[in-house]
T-cell receptor, first 113, second 114 residues
């Protein structure tokens, strides 16, 4: 079974701090997505990374896909209370049955004013 | 907004009763999925569909069945609900490129089995 391990599981920081969330696997993925989920809602796609070593920026969020396509990180600069939520990574497998995504268990981020 | 709705949004039922959850999409996507989300487990795939009348099991399919008679609708049925099926259920649709898949999620159905 392919697993995606996310760390940390919980993160509570003050507004203005920086943070990094990690997503690791022993398996290779053809692409990796990051989602954010707010209470009472479904996950919402933030970004998709496809190429090994790829870096994408979304305002204060920086996403990186590992060179070997087995890991990814999400870095938030100067976190704000609006960044609070559950962050999920999800990897797409090469081939396999109908291209299902493998989801990590998530990192629950709380940013306090 | 990816054009996905789920109904009902909340449901309370009793152990042993059948329950059907509906997912409706307006995007004409081929792939549709049902997940459950529980604390400590994250999102777990129940069943998925890759076309009308084409479905397959996911990681936690026991106790669940699905049907897809039209592209836009994907139904999840709990034949005889149990307390362990208390959860939040999410439907998703996906776009698939050659090397990537992006899933778009509905708002979820919160199910409580007493």
């Amino acid at each position: 079974t392919q697993l995606l391990e996310q760390s940390p599981q919980f993160l509570s920081i003050q507004e203005g701090e920086n943070l990094t969330v990690y997503c690791n696997s022993s398996s290779v993925f053809s692409s990796l997505q990051w989602y954010r989920q707010e209470p009472g809602e479904g996950p919402v796609l933030l970004v998709t990374v496809v190429t090994g070593g790829e870096v994408k920026k979304l305002k204060r969020l920086t996403f990186q896909f590992g060179d070997a396509r087995k890991d990814s990180s999400l870095h938030i600069t100067a976190a704000q209370p609006g960044d609070t939520g559950l962050y999920l990574c999800a990897g797409a497998r090469y081939g396999g049955s109908q291209g299902n995504l493998i989801f990590g268990k998530g990192t629950k981020l709380s940013v306090k004013p | 907004d990816a054009g996905i709705t789920q109904s009902p949004r909340h449901k309370v039922t009793e152990t042993g009763t059948p329950v059907t959850l509906r997912c409706h999409q307006t995007e004409n996507h081929r792939y549709m999925y049902w997940y459950r989300q529980d604390p400590g487990h994250g999102l777990r795939l129940i069943h998925y569909s890759y076309g009308v009348k084409d479905t397959d099991k996911g990681e936690v399919s026991d106790g669940y069945s699905v049907s897809r008679s039209k592209t836009e609708d994907f139904l999840l049925t709990l034949e005889s609900a149990t307390s362990s099926q208390t959860s939040v259920y999410f439907c998703a649709i996906s776009e698939r490129g050659q090397y990537q898949e992006t899933q778009y999620f509905g708002p979820g159905t919160r199910l409580l089995v007493l």
